[in-house]
């Protein structure tokens, strides 16, 4: 069955430490993964995907097929980064199947 | 371009009433979706809708009913509604980036409904 699971519901970090937001994958056909994050108050929005290899905010994720995972990393934490983050596998017709998020939590 | 918008922003409703949360686009995208936000639990698929006239079931569909007469429109009505469906309704619409039904999406939000139910 197709799941995404997020294994930490909170994370919290000091500022300047690196981050790694876990996120593993099950699904029978080639993965296409999303992370989304969700600011205080704001709506859901896409941070990266991992089709498009980039860097946004100083976040990476690297699609690993032999662990089944798709880690969101970050060197250096911000407190501006604490937010809602949620990974994301595309299913047929574009429909997302969403882990249960994790809360990022960076303080000064 | 306003993007995915949605009204209302919040709503109470009284066990078995019934409303329609209104979800509305405008950047001419086929795809739209329903999700529902409970908390600890992510976002849950109610309905999504490959196009005008064309609708289907999500992971979680019990309760609901919706309808895409238009591409910029995709209503959610709640009928008879129940203390369960507390929580929060988010609406999104999507474009293939490689094109066709099995290419990647990236999907744009609204701003969310917050629904109680009491």
């Known amino acids: 069955a197709q799941r995404v699971t997020q294994p930490e519901k909170l994370l919290s970090v000091f500022k300047g430490a690196p981050v790694e937001l876990k996120c593993n994958y099950s699904?029978?056909?080639?993965?296409?993964l999303f992370w989304y994050v969700q600011y205080s108050r704001q709506r859901l929005q896409l941070l990266l995907r991992?089709?498009s290899r980039e860097s946004i905010k100083g976040f990476t994720a690297d699609l690993n097929k032999g662990e089944t995972s798709f880690h969101l990393k970050k060197p250096f934490a911000q407190e501006e980064d604490s937010a809602m983050y949620y990974c994301?596998?595309?299913?047929?017709?574009?429909?997302?199947?969403f882990g249960q998020g994790t809360e990022l939590s960076v303080k000064p | 371009n306003a993007g995915v918008t949605q009204t209302p922003k919040f709503r109470i409703l009284k066990i078995g009433q019934s409303m329609t949360l209104q979800c509305t686009q405008d950047?001419?995208?086929?795809?739209m979706y329903w999700y529902r936000q409970d908390p600890g639990m992510g976002l849950k698929l109610i309905y999504y809708?490959?196009?005008?006239?064309?609708?289907d079931k999500g992971e979680v569909p019990n309760g609901y009913n919706v309808s895409r007469s238009t591409t910029e429109d995709f209503p959610l009505r709640l009928e008879l509604a129940a203390p369960s469906q507390t929580s929060v309704y988010f609406c999104?619409?999507?474009?293939?980036?490689?094109?066709?039904?099995?290419?990647?999406?990236?999907?744009?939000f609204g701003p969310g409904t917050r629904l109680t139910v009491t």
């Open positions: 950047m001419n995208h086929n795809y």
């Open positions: 699904y029978s056909g080639s993965p296409e």
């Open positions: 809708s490959v196009g005008a006239g064309i609708t």
């Open positions: 994301a596998l595309s299913d047929w017709g574009g429909k997302l199947i």
């Open positions: 991992h089709i």
């Open positions: 999104a619409s999507s474009y293939s980036i490689l094109g066709g039904a099995s290419g990647v999406y990236e999907q744009y």
